[in-house]
């Protein structure tokens, strides 16, 4: 307070802050409340919360890709990264409540779809991948393909590179289903059209 300030007014003015304050944090605390009861009344009713992750002990330990959850995986090269999110998302994307979109920027889409199969036929992924496959197999993974194409898994290639771009196709498929989950394989390779001072600020702004 400075001299000549009205004390009263100035009073009058600090607390009205304060119980802003305070009326923003029970506002809060109501919302959190809504927020969980909305929950057990989707739940009562036999909607999923979240993406189930089919590998017991991840989804003993995480209890399911939950939103607004930002995971990151990461380990050396040739770890098996994409293989592991693969497996762990498949079985839920064959739900119809389960949208989900896989941003693949290293790989190809049809490399994708190669490992799918390969998970789906039994077939090794190189013999798919070099067509080195008997009629039989051929036919397997032909339907694998269809499996694929009409489940809940969109995956999409490298021409959603930028992330502008990505967030506009993500809104759309939110506008068409129930999106749950967004993987993109892999961060590393996502650009944006803003421009920045360092290839570091970038990233952080992605």
């Known amino acids: 307070i400075s001299f000549g300030d009205n004390i009263v007014s100035k009073y009058q003015e600090f607390y009205q802050r304060l119980m802003s304050g305070v009326i923003t944090k029970n506002s809060q605390n109501s919302n959190i409340s809504t927020e969980l009861e909305s929950k057990m009344h989707r739940v009562a009713s036999g909607e999923k919360i979240g993406v189930e992750i089919h590998l017991e002990s991840f989804q003993k330990f995480f209890g399911g890709w939950m939103p607004p959850d930002l995971i990151i995986i990461a380990a050396r090269p040739s770890m098996g990264k994409t293989a592991f999110i693969l497996a762990s998302i498949w079985d839920s994307a064959q739900d119809d409540d389960n949208d989900i979109v896989f941003f693949t920027l290293e790989m190809s889409v049809n490399q994708i779809k190669n490992k799918i199969a390969t998970r789906l036929t039994g077939i090794d992924y190189n013999r798919i991948q070099r067509a080195q496959l008997s009629q039989e197999e051929f036919s397997k993974v032909i339907q694998a393909y269809k499996i694929i194409e009409d489940s809940n898994l969109n995956i999409l290639g ?49």
């Open 158 to 206: 490298i021409q959603f590179c930028y992330l502008e771009k990505c967030i506009l196709e993500c809104r759309r498929l939110h506008r068409l289903g129930k999106l749950k989950m967004i993987v993109i394989d892999y961060l590393q390779l996502m650009k944006s059209d803003k421009k920045h001072g360092s290839r570091e600020q970038e990233v952080s702004s992605i």
